[in-house]
């Protein structure tokens, strides 16, 4: 074994590696600074866009478009009045909102009708996409904003199709049934068609909801859970969403709009036939299909991300089910770039083509295959003396402190605009979590996102079973409401 | 190969960095905090002159004098907060001249002309609630800013000069996008004297369908019955999208001459035209257009059908009849439209036809 390890071409072969990988990290971590540097200007603009009296003078004014908010709900008994309350109540002049319960095996469906009055209607719809089929239609007594669509279960790809059927409006908001929207939200969202732009889609920030205090589907008190795992996740997000996504704004791909929060020109999504069924990240995969069609069409609407407008939702809180989340995004993306693959290096594509595949090819996923890789060889080189011990550990400080310095600059970037955290205390949690991400969080989520390769190439389409705690406090009035009373 | 000096320096070079993000944030949390007390006190101070005004309607000298002890942009912070959370626009134009001279005032319209647009972006939003008529230069250039954020503060900037900016604004309402023309609509409702003859004037069958369909919203959003009677005349235009701007406008306009018209345009080819005809029937509750409407529920459009059974919900009475009738009919499409419609609440029919 020995002489293998110490074998000429085995040691050329690992150097070749170790330098390779190396390079790896140089440009995907600059890139990273690039998107922090591209973001922190337009984090300020939408910091000086969102003031109070200019978000008003919207809120007064009948230009805002007109939106209906798909939710579709599997499952959603312990959170459905909640969220479903913090909808209808919206700061917004114009919308509807078209619930789609997808064959829940819980009591979902009689939640909302004890809760919202609900009372069955004829099947007076548009159909123009090809879904499973819809059991019945309600409306509420109670609420006239309200659609309700009780249908065979068929996924969530599937029931945002029949509520993309059902709605009226020219633009349509996708949102998880779990999602919390703040009650400005929408009309935040709304800013960029002020903004004089044509715009195909905008995407807000989704925050952590867990261990914040919830009253009546609105967050009252944001806080940083005191768990690991959700607590990671929050610097996580905020990495993501602060300047992950607001950097690609600048480079013209942007990619991802959240599905648990994302305003699209529904014309758009109708003619690209709404989302796709056979895949398990259906966000993603339809930000794609829409970046190719506007292409393909030579229309010059674009895709944008803004970071006031948020959405809590909430993160999964036990390994096991955190596994499933992050494994079946990974497969997500795979399936994605493997049916998209002919958009890679397209020009023809533009932004999309030459930049955000690419980048999400080699940076997203590759990524776990890259580090798993560079940690095998480097701790076996180590062991066999072909790399000095001390260089292996210079690496991995400096890896180190480059993650933890961009965490650190999305965490300063959320204190210098939207300083959510009041407490100093949640502050020093999103801290601590910063500097300890890189100690088994890390690997856990290399390790999964490793396991979705495997069952991508097993075909596997399953989601995986997730489990809600339901949101922190829950007040006297969503109990009352869920009892019908 | 990497060597160990080059990682040498990236680590202290990092490390220097954390500890500036650490000690940065430490700072700017003292910072805001202390920043948000004196913005609250600054509002506070305000407060008990701004209820003397608004209720006793004393003399609003005291509320100047007050906004002059604050730092700039407190003042400024607690002036756009006020104007847009409490004063009516008479009240804002009373306050208006009397800020308009104050220093913190003028230190932010200076604003106006800087490279920053985030100046400009205050001034534009400040002019919006003290500009006057010698503003009217500063705001044109605001109008046409290169930030689509100061742009659109300009345009409430504009609202409040008046007719001086009219001829501006509307040059620019055809190439904005839909969003930002109802804004402008809005903003140039408040000076209907001025609007009106500029809008009258470009209502002519020689304008271009784009150029037309543009004036034509103008008018709706006027709802001045002058405009609306040249609207009226472009029905039979043979661009269908200008037939489908004159069936939305004409819902404004509840005149008994606008029902033919709209009757007219029911029978158009076009189901868009229809749908809009058939909404603007009901929301003119043309009781005449009951059987029409009836008949229009059967229409092969999913559009038409819904905006015709509203239109007779809304209209009440016989048309209401029709439209159980339809409920009991044969044709399935409209019977299941019709059902839908008839059970909605009357508060729901509401919400539903002007949306």
Known sequence: MADFLHGPWFVDLVRTADLAILWYMLLVNSFFALLLVLAAPQLFAHWRFGSEDVLARSLTSSAVPRVSILVPAYNEAVTIVDSL????????????????????????????????????????????????????????????????????NGGKADS?????????????????????????????????????????????????????????????????????????????????????????????????????????????LTEILGYATSTVTEDFELIVRLQRHLREQDIAAKVVFIPDPVAWTEVPTSVAVFGRQR???????????????????????????????????????????????????????????????????????????????LSLAAILMEEVSFHRYRRPADTARLLWFAFIEPFGFRQITVWFRLKAFYKFLKGDHSWGRMRREGFGATTPASTSASAGL | MLSLDVLSVAMALEGVL?????????????????????????????EPQLHHWLVEDTPPDAIVRALRALPTYVAFRSVARLATGYLTFERQQRLAPLLRHETWVREVLNGGESLLWWRRFDAARLLSIVGGPDDAPLVA?????????????????????????????????????????????????????????????????????????????????????????????????????????????????????????????????????????????????????????????????WWVRYRAALALAQIGGSARGELLLVARGDDLLARDMAKLVAGLSSAAVVEMSEV
């Not at chain 1, 703040?182 to 867990?210: H, M, S, W, Y």
């Not at chain 1, 932004?351 to 060889?377: C, D, N, S």
């Not at chain 2, 004196?38 to 506070?44: K, L």
């Not at chain 2, 158009?268 to 059987?291: I, K």
């Open chain 2, 141 to 301: 250039s605001l109008l046409s800013d290169t930030s689509p954020a100061v742009r659109l503060v300009a345009i409430d900037a504009a609202a409040r000069l008046g007719g001086a900016l009219v001829d501006f604004e509307l040059a620019t309402l055809p190439s904005r996008q839909d969003a930002v023309q109802q804004y402008q609509y809005a903003a140039l409702g408040r000076h209907p004297a001025a609007v009106v003859a500029a809008v009258e004037a470009r209502l002519t069958p020689l304008e271009t369908p784009q150029r037309l369909t543009t004036w034509i919203d103008a008018a709706a959003a006027l709802a001045h019955p002058s405009v609306l009677w040249r609207v009226r005349d472009m029905a039979l235009h043979p661009d269908p999208n200008v037939r489908l701007h004159v069936a939305r406008a004409l819902r404004r306009q509840p005149e008994p001459e606008t029902v033919p018209v709209l009757l007219r345009l029911l029978q158009d080819d076009d189901w868009r035209v229809r749908a809009q005809a058939a909404r603007a029937l009901g929301a003119l509750r043309a009781t005449s257009a009951a059987l029409p409407l009836a008949r229009a529920v059967r229409d092969r459009a």
């Open chain 2, 18 to 46: 954390i500890a500036i993000a650490l000690g940065g944030l430490v700072l700017l949390r003292m910072w805001l905090v202390a920043r948000a007390h004196r913005v609250e006190a600054g509002v506070a101070a305000l």
């Open chain 1, 160 to 268: 945002l199709n029949v509520a993309l059927d059902a709605a009226r409006f020219p633009y349509v908001l996708a949102c998880d049934a779990d999602t919390l929207i703040e009650p400005d939200a929408l009309l935040r969202l709304a800013r960029p068609f002020l903004f004089d732009q044509k715009i195909a889609a905008v995407g807000g920030t989704i925050r952590v909801v867990n261990s914040c205090t919830v009253q009546e589907g609105r967050v009252t008190e944001a806080r940083v859970d005191h768990r690991w795992l959700s607590g990671i996740q929050t610097v996580e997000y905020l990495r993501a969403f602060l300047f992950g996504r607001l950097g690609w704004n600048l480079l013209g791909g942007n990619l991802i709009i959240s599905g648990a929060f994302g305003l699209f020109r529904r014309d758009y």
């Open chain 1, 327 to 405: 494994e079946r995004w990974h497969r997500g993306l795979i399936a994605t770039m493997v049916a998209h693959r002919q958009v890679l290096f397209n020009p023809k594509y533009g932004a999309t083509g030459l930049i955000a595949m690419p980048y999400f090819l080699f940076a997203e996923l590759l990524a776990p295959v890259v580090e798993a890789t560079g940690l095998v060889i480097t701790v076996l080189c180590t062991m066999a003396g072909i790399l000095s011990v001390r260089f292996a550990v210079a690496f991995f400080i400096a890896a180190y402190l480059f993650g933890t310095l």
């Open chain 1, 85 to 152: 309350r913090a909808l209808l109540t919206l700061q917004y002049p114009y919308f509807e909102v078209i619930l789609v319960n997808d064959g829940s095996k819980d009591e979902t469906m009689q939640v909302l009708v004890d809760a919202y009055d609900l009372y069955e209607v004829p099947p007076a719809v548009m159909r123009r996409l090809r879904t499973e089929r819809v059991k019945a239609y309600y409306r509420s007594r109670t609420w006239t904003k309200l659609l309700v669509v009780d249908k065979h």
